[in-house]
Structure formats: structure tokens, C-alpha cells
């Protein structure tokens, strides 16, 4: 029996006049929308209003025009009846009708690493127990849940088996939705997702100022243990409408399918160059790309592994979107892909971003790639950039070249996104002789490493012969020194700790007690920091020796500022319990001491990579306020007096703190802040400690359009606090931040 629309539906229909074409059609089987508006607030340039079963939402942007999107429910599913754009002064284009989100995600199963239970097995924690399983499993490092078997060396209680991993394809059930006007942008959700072991609801949020479009389900599971990703993507695209999808290949060369050829019975996977695919008509364009931090797990290496995808679904009509890969393609890095944790009850956020305009493929990669400056660290006058912690095995690689004066890829790919000053740690796991202290040994390598590095810098250019020694110390640390220096971690009966030798001059030997290696950072002026803090080999620390005294001295920093490791969606700050409760912990702690602030620093913490590898993502940098770079002859101490005053910011590359100040004195203070950012933000934070508790202040920055700069003046009463620091984080959870000061020395 045929189901004819009920005379309600007709009616409503005709009222409207139909909409156009295809979406005028699949309108008289509409379901009746219910949407619940008293959160929002008409304003210029952003409204919303329902007419017939339909919700339609504006918004402009003065320089590029107006974008419009119409939501409706088709048998339970929320559907984009239009996406249009239209010029200053032009009529409305469609872009896409009769849209709708698609969602999978595939899950498996948490396990903690060997090296993590090893460092508390050695505090005399008890490892089998469930409390330090559950809690340190969030943050392994060496996991890779869609590995079947698995590697046993890596993580207990394998192999993995393939039940274990799920995939599963977003439903829904819905008959309403809710509007929000959340200062310069309108969020309309609507509830009754299911997807397997997630259920939640699906939100679009458009944005004031900027064809910028995002797409997310929000979704959470009550099943413990779930590592997972998602693949996301927007269907019902025509070839009518816009015939072409187009990219840039990792060698940077135009490409565009045209949808000519047979059907795809899934997702083909793109690598494009900055993570950015284009649908393309006559009438406008979408860009579509993920954020560019938090989809992003930690990795060693930078392979662009393809997160943009299409899928040709009928002779007309397609899908576009973004995808994570399910493991490393690199043999060697395949048992480290630790994907995202989803902790149960946490509400993920499962995002990507569209962005619309009335112009063509190249107006619309453009527009996408200002959200991350081009992939491009900006200068900013007064500051000098500054990346540390890289493993690419840099001496041997010359060695076997024949020439230490031969270019690596490596640094010329740093330099052309924007970095001034590299450090490097070499002596790590390559083939280097680690522990070998006679001149043909460990001294020859040094002696390479550092002609090397100082034929590889240039002006306004400087590579850094550091090291990652993970000896002495406990867990992993990076060590900073202001000039070459030979030193050994042995040393043999009848040697003094330091000695002079005909070859290489000044010689220190350092044994594996922390006494030491504090020796020797006190006689060259070195100092360090914990690398990747309560994970990989540094899981429980620096907690493991807050108590030291080699961690209370001044030569000691701080900690690495590493994302990543243990990336939850749920979370609105990048690496929050593993690098800002440690450091704010430690602050605390070390508040009535005579000890300079702990300070975060950003760090890398890579392997080889290449020119047409994706960096940009997996680099946090600092912004280290210096007018001159130094040059690989001079004395490096000012690189190591900036961070240890804490006189630099850090960023994920889209938000810059240009100036900030902490000023007047005594209780009365006043933190000031110049602000420039891409994504809209979302909130700043003044984060303060009492020697006792940490607190914070956070204010909403949801009013502010994409694409601005912001001066922030904010009262601080500083009675009773020990220190202040101040941090900016925008709605794709990329942030920057300050260093902590103390408020009363």
C-alpha cells in the first residue's frame, strides 16, 4: 500500500511555495519539526527562524557575504534541506540540498604499555592492580588498538583479538531540536544519535563573521576502556551542483575527480596537502578539514596518512569528508597508534569544518588555510620560534651520506613552516655509540654531531646539538646546553669526573647517579626538563621526584608541553592533567621556596620526516621573546635564560599572546593581553595557585567573530595567591598560553 503525506504536510508545503528542485520534493514528507528557540537571540548577521517544519539559519560575513542553512527531519534523521551562499547584493545559490551528516566510529580496546608499568612498578606501586591500570592506561603511549595480534613486548594481556574492534554507523531518532545563540555564532542541536556503544546527538554551529561551518556529534558511551576514531562526512552532495572535488597532493600538484568513474563501495582516501578538500561548482565552493590539533593523536612520525576523503554514491550524487587512519603505514611505527580515549560518560566531540563560499575551489582552500596561517608558524616581530626534541638519527644519516655538510629534508621542512631554532637529540635510539667514553667512540660521534648541526644552521637559523640521555634522572629528560660539549655517561676506574683531552679539550664524565649529572650541568650552565610528563618512559613522573633535589634547583625547567598522549574529545585543553596539573602542582609546591616558576615547555618529540610530511599538526611552538637568533658559534645561554625566565608563550600555531603583562603591585593587579587568533575562541583562563589548591577564572570569548585580535585587561585580586598564569584556547580546542609568575617575590 502506498502512504500518501498527511494533508498537514501538503498544506504546509504549498504555504512555502516548495522549495526548490529536489528539496522542494523531499519537503512534503518532512516530519514535524519541534524547535525550542528560547536560548536564542536574534542578532545582525546571525539569525534563525522556523517556517513550515523548517529551521532556517543565516549568517554573514561583510567582506564575503551571506551563508544560509535549513534544517528538517526526514524520518527521524536531522536533514541540511540547503546550504547557500549569495554575494553582497546577489540572489541566494545553492550549494548542496537534501544533506545530511554521516557518522561511523570505530572502537576498540585501552591497554597500558609495558615501559609505563615498568616506572611504577619500580616506585613499588603495585601494577596489577586495577586502580593504576585504569588510571595509567589513558595515558599509554605504546598502544595500538586496531593491531590484531599485537606486538607482546609492547602491552600485557594480548593478543589482541578482532572482536575487540567494532564499527559502527550513526542512526537517528529525533523529532526535534534546540537553538542557540552563544554570542557570535548559532548552535542547533538535535538529540537521539545512536552509534554502537556512543549515543548523544549531532550539533551544527555557524559562525559570524566567516562562511566557517562546523559539523560534530557529541556522543558519549557508559563501556570502559574505549579507545576509538571517527570518520565523518557530509552526504548527498550532487554533481549537478557542483561537479568536482579538488586537492593539493602532498607534493603540492592540482588534483580533482569528476566523478566519472564507477561507483565506490567506500570512502576513498585522500592525502592532500594541509588536510583540505574542495567541492567546486559554478555557484560557490566547500572547503571541508578537520581542526587541526585534537584530531590529531601522538605519533613519531608526520606521514600524511589521508584525512580527507570522497565516495561517489550514484551516478550523481556523492559524499565528502574527513577521516582518521586506523594505524601507522610505516612497518617500524606500527605499534604505536594510540587513537582517542573516550572515558566513560564523557561527552566526545566528534568535529570537522566546512567552510562556504560564493567563490571557487581556490577562494575556498584559501579561506580554510588562514585558520592555520598556511601551515605556518608566523613571525611575530620581537619573537623567535623555537621547537625542541628530535630524534632524526642526524649524525649517522650524514655519516652515510659521505658528507657531514649534506642538507636533510628534516630542517629544510622546519625552516619552510616557520621555525627559527631547532633543537635536536640525537644519542637516543640510533645507531650512535650511547655509552662508549674513548676518543673513537662516543667523543668522535660528538664531535660530528656538532660540526653537523653548526654547517646545517644559517642566519636567523640555529640547530642545537642537544640530547635525550634518560639516564641519572629517572624517566625521560632534554637537556639544553649553551655550547658544544663532550661529556660521557661512564666513567672508568681512576677517571675524575672532569678532564682535559688532547683531542677534544674539556671532557666530563657523568656515572648514572643524579649527583652527577647535576655536576655537570653546573659547570657548563646547562639545564633540562622532563620530556613527555606521565607518559611513554616518563609515565609517573615528574611525580617520582618532586621530593628531589635535583628537581628543586633552578637548572631544572620544568616539563614538555606534548598534546596527544591520551587525547580525550571530551576535553576543552590540550594535554590538561599530563602537563598543567603537573606543573601547576609543582608551582604550588615550590611556591615559598627561592626557585624561579616551573615553566612548560613546547616540545616535539619526532622522528624523521619529509617536505610533503603534514608537520603543522603535531608541532607545538614556542614563541621565544628574542630580537636575534644566535648563531652556531655563539654562546646559546640567552636561548636557555628565556625559557628559564619563562619569558615566552606557546602555541599550537593559531593563537598568539603578542604582549602580555601582569601589572601593579601589592593585591591590586591588573593581567593584560594582546590576543591574535583564527578560530573563533572560546574561552581565556587566569589560572592562579595558593600554595595549596589550584583555581582559575575563566572568561566566555564566544562573542568574538573568527579572525580578530582582542585586548584583554582583567582585574586580579592576588590576596592569599602564590602565582598567575594566563591561557587562551579557541572552539577547536587549539590554544596558547603564557608562563607561570610568582605574584609576591
Same mark, same amino acid.
Given at each position: ?520 650541568? $653546573?659547570?657548563? *650552565? ?7 610528563? #606521565?607518559? %611513554?618512559?616518563?609515565? /609517573?613522573?615528574? +611525580?617520582? &621526584? ?37 606543573? $601547576?602542582?609543582? *608551582? ?7 626557585? #624561579?616558576? %616551573?615553566?612548560?615547555? /613546547?616540545?616535539? +618529540?619526532? &622522528? ?49 599572546? #603578542?604582549?602580555?603583562?601582569?601589572? /601593579? ?81
Amino acid at each position: 500500500m502506498m502512504l500518501l503525506p498527511s494533508m498537514h504536510r501538503i498544506r504546509s508545503a504549498a504555504r512555502a511555495g516548495f522549495l526548490a528542485g529536489a528539496a522542494g520534493i523531499a519537503s512534503l514528507f518532512a516530519d514535524p519539526l519541534k524547535a525550542d528557540l528560547s536560548a536564542y537571540t536574534a542578532a545582525a548577521g546571525l539569525t534563525a527562524a522556523v517556517e513550515n517544519d523548517v529551521l532556517t539559519v543565516t549568517w554573514a560575513d561583510a567582506a564575503r557575504g551571506e551563508f544560509r542553512a535549513r534544517y528538517a527531519i526526514d524520518q527521524g534523521q536531522p536533514v541540511i534541506r540547503e546550504l547557500a551562499v549569495r554575494k553582497a547584493g546577489g540572489s541566494w545559490a545553492a550549494l548542496g540540498q537534501n544533506l545530511s551528516a554521516e557518522f561511523v566510529v570505530k572502537t576498540g580496546r585501552r591497554r597500558i604499555d609495558f615501559v609505563g608499568l615498568g616506572n611504577f612498578a619500580r616506585a613499588g606501586q603495585d601494577i596489577t592492580s586495577r586502580e593504576v591500570k585504569d588510571r595509567e592506561a589513558w595515558y599509554s603511549f605504546w598502544d595500538a588498538p586496531f593491531v590484531i595480534p599485537g606486538e607482546p613486548t609492547r602491552n600485557p594481556d594480548l593478543p589482541r583479538l578482532p572482536s575487540e574492534i567494532a564499527v559502527a554507523r550513526g542512526e537517528f531518532k529525533t523529532t526535534s531540536c534546540s537553538v542557540k545563540t552563544d554570542g557570535a555564532r548559532i548552535e542547533v542541536d538535535f538529540p537521539g544519535l545512536s552509534m554502537g556503544i556512543f549515543s548523544g546527538g549531532i550539533r551544527f554551529t555557524h559562525y559570524r563573521g566567516a562562511g566557517l561551518y562546523r559539523v560534530e556529534a557529541i556522543a558519549k558511551t557508559e563501556q570502559n576502556m574505549v579507545a576509538y576514531k571517527y570518520d565523518l562526512g557530509l552526504k548527498g552532495l550532487t554533481t549537478a551542483t557542483m561537479p568536482r572535488v579538488r586537492w593539493l597532493d602532498t607534493g603540492g600538484n592540482a588534483q580533482e575527480y569528476q566523478f566519472g568513474g564507477a561507483r565506490h563501495d567506500g570512502p576513498v582516501t585522500v592525502r592532500a596537502k594541509n588536510r583540505v578538500m574542495v567541492a567546486e561548482g559554478p555557484a560557490g565552493s566547500i572547503a571541508v578539514f578537520p581542526p587541526p590539533t585534537v584530531f590529531f593523536p601522538a605519533r613519531e612520525v608526520d606521514t600524511n596518512l589521508g584525512y580527507v576523503w570522497y565516495r561517489k554514491d550514484a551516478e550523481a550524487r556523492y559524499t565528502m569528508g574527513v577521516k582518521q587512519a586506523d594505524r601507522e603505514d610505516v612497518p617500524k611505527y606500527l605499534q604505536n597508534f594510540a587513537l582517542y580515549n573516550a572515558p566513560p560518560g564523557t561527552m566526545q566531540r566528534m568535529a570537522t569544518y566546512f567552510y562556504l563560499t560564493p567563490g571557487d575551489g581556490a577562494a575556498a582552500r584559501t579561506a580554510a588555510l588562514a585558520y592555520t596561517y598556511n601551515d605556518v608558524f608566523k613571525p611575530i616581530p620581537g619573537y623567535k620560534t623555537f621547537v625542541n626534541h628530535f630524534h632524526l638519527e642526524f649524525t649517522d644519516r650524514l655519516r652515510a651520506s659521505g658528507s657531514l655538510d649534506t642538507q636533510t629534508p628534516d630542517l629544510a621542512a622546519m625552516r619552510a613552516i616557520g621555525i627559527n631554532v631547532v633543537g635536536m637529540s640525537d644519542f637516543h635510539a640510533d645507531k650512535l655509540k650511547l655509552n662508549d667514553s674513548g676518543p673513537g667512540g662516543r667523543f668522535a660521534d660528538q664531535k660530528d654531531y656538532f660540526a653537523g648541526t653548526a654547517r646545517a644552521s644559517d642566519k636567523d637559523f640555529l640547530v642545537v646539538p642537544w640530547e635525550e640521555p634518560s639516564v641519572a634522572f629517572g624517566g625521560h629528560y632534554n637537556i639544553l646546553f649553551p655550547r658544544p660539549i663532550f661529556y660521557s655517561k661512564v666513567r672508568t676506574a681512576g677517571q675524575q669526573w672532569v678532564e682535559q683531552d688532547p683531542q677534544f679539550g674539556t671532557v666530563y664524565h657523568a656515572t648514572n647517579a643524579p649527583e652527577e649529572m647535576q655536576k655537570v650541568l $653546573d659547570a657548563t *650552565n646547562a639545564y633540562w626538563y622532563t620530556a613527555h610528563p #606521565r607518559t %611513554k618512559s616518563s609515565a /609517573g613522573y615528574p +611525580d617520582f &621526584y618532586w621530593d628531589q633535589p635535583f628537581i628543586q634547583n633552578d637548572r631544572y625547567l620544568g616539563l614538555a608541553f606534548k598534546p596527544g598522549m591520551g587525547m580525550d574529545l571530551s576535553e576543552s585543553r590540550l594535554a590538561e592533567w599530563r602537563t598543567f596539573d603537573a606543573v $601547576d602542582t609543582m *608551582n604550588n609546591m615550590y611556591a615559598d621556596t627561592k626557585l #624561579r616558576p %616551573k615553566v612548560l615547555i /613546547g616540545d616535539v +618529540d619526532t &622522528y624523521q620526516k619529509w617536505p610533503h610530511d603534514d608537520l603543522f599538526p603535531g608541532f607545538t611552538v614556542n614563541y621565544l621573546k628574542m630580537d636575534r637568533v644566535p648563531g652556531p658559534d655563539d654562546d646559546w645561554s640567552s636561548i636557555m635564560k628565556t625559557l628559564s625566565d619563562g619569558n615566552f608563550f606557546v602555541t599550537t600555531g593559531e593563537i598568539h599572546i #603578542r604582549n602580555y603583562a601582569v601589572q /601593579g603591585t601589592g593585591n591590586k593587579r591588573t593581567i593584560v593581553a594582546d590576543v591574535d587568533y583564527t578560530f573563533p575562541l572560546e574561552f581565556v583562563e587566569v589560572v592562579w595557585g595558593d600554595g595549596k589548591k589550584i583555581d582559575r577564572q575563566i572568561i566566555r570569548a564566544t562573542e568574538l567573530p573568527p579572525m580578530g585580535t582582542k585586548r584583554y585587561s582583567i582585574p586580579f585580586d592576588a590576596t592569599g595567591k602564590k602565582w598567575v598564569r594566563f591561557a587562551v584556547w579557541d572552539s577547536a580546542v587549539n590554544g596558547a598560553f603564557v608562563q607561570p609568575i610568582w605574584l609576591h617575590r
